[in-house]
Antibody, heavy 118, light 113 residues
Framework: EVQLVESGGGVIQPGGSLRLSCAAS????????MSWVRQAPGKGLEWVSV???????VYADSVKGRFTISRDNSKNTLNLQMDTLRGDDTAVYYC????????????WGQGTLVTVSS | DIVMTQSPDSLAVSLGERATINCKSS????????????LAWYQQKSGQPPKLLIS???TRESGVPDRFSGSGSGTDFTLAISSLQAEDVAVYYC?????????FGQGTKLEIK
């Protein structure tokens, strides 16, 4: 059974940094296309970044240059390093796995809340 | 970027009645080489992560009740629920995965009338 469990969220001051992790089981992260998707309180879904199985990455313009997506193959985890955080980064962050390369998001974690506030 | 626009923003339907949600993309999401529409529908219940209902515009995920159906091609798509059940109360999102940045519709809130 595929499972995704996010961790690392919390309250952080503007300008600060935070690292999110997504522990995967039931499949191999390095063989999958993995994304981070966020949802601000009471708002819709916003895709943040994707890490392809080949190692390529793409970012939303809103986080480009501030966020870095990566994976740890030894731990089968997906990570999101978030720097220079702003108030509009406040959201629940979900990791999601594409159900096949270039497919829809078949599996989602429960999410971790990041609150950027002074 | 491909903009996804859903209509309506909210919808109230009686139990047992049909519910229909529309989604329009600003660009074609049909990939001509494989004739697949890169369009998905998700259901998000309160306090839960999204759940994939339909991919490739019309392929129902395993375990999704057959009262849910997806249709459309190119730029215009529809999610239909043939006979609304109480457990279908949720926000529904369409999403294109044709190209990055992947984009979602703004969501449609479905309630019981």
């Amino acid at each position: 059974e595929v499972q995704l469990v996010e961790s690392g969220g919390g309250v952080i001051q503007p300008g600060g940094s935070l690292r999110l992790s997504c522990a995967a089981s039931g499949f191999t992260v390095s063989n999958s296309y993995m994304s981070w998707v966020r949802q601000a309180p009471g708002k819709g879904l916003e895709w943040v970044s994707v890490l392809y199985s080949g190692g390529g990455t793409v970012y939303a313009d809103s986080v480009k240059g501030r966020f870095t997506i990566s994976r740890d193959n030894s731990k089968n985890t997906l990570n999101l390093q978030m720097d220079t955080l702003r108030g509009d980064d406040t959201a629940v962050y979900y990791c999601a796995r594409e159900g096949g390369l270039g497919a829809a998001f078949q599996n989602w974690g429960q999410g971790t809340l990041v609150t950027v506030s002074s | 970027d491909i903009v996804m626009t859903q209509s309506p923003d909210s919808l109230a339907v009686s139990l047992g009645e049909r519910a229909t949600i529309n989604c329009k993309s600003s660009q074609n999401v049909l990939y001509s080489s494989n004739n697949k529409n890169y369009l998905a529908w998700y259901q998000q219940k309160s306090g839960q992560p999204p759940k994939l209902l339909i991919s490739w515009a019309s392929t129902r995920e395993s375990g999704v009740p057959d009262r849910f159906s997806g249709s459309g091609s190119g730029t215009d798509f529809t999610l239909a629920i043939s006979s609304l059940q109480a457990e279908d109360v949720a926000v529904y999102y369409c999403q294109q995965y044709y190209s990055t940045p992947y984009t979602f519709g703004q969501g449609t809130k479905l309630e019981i009338k």
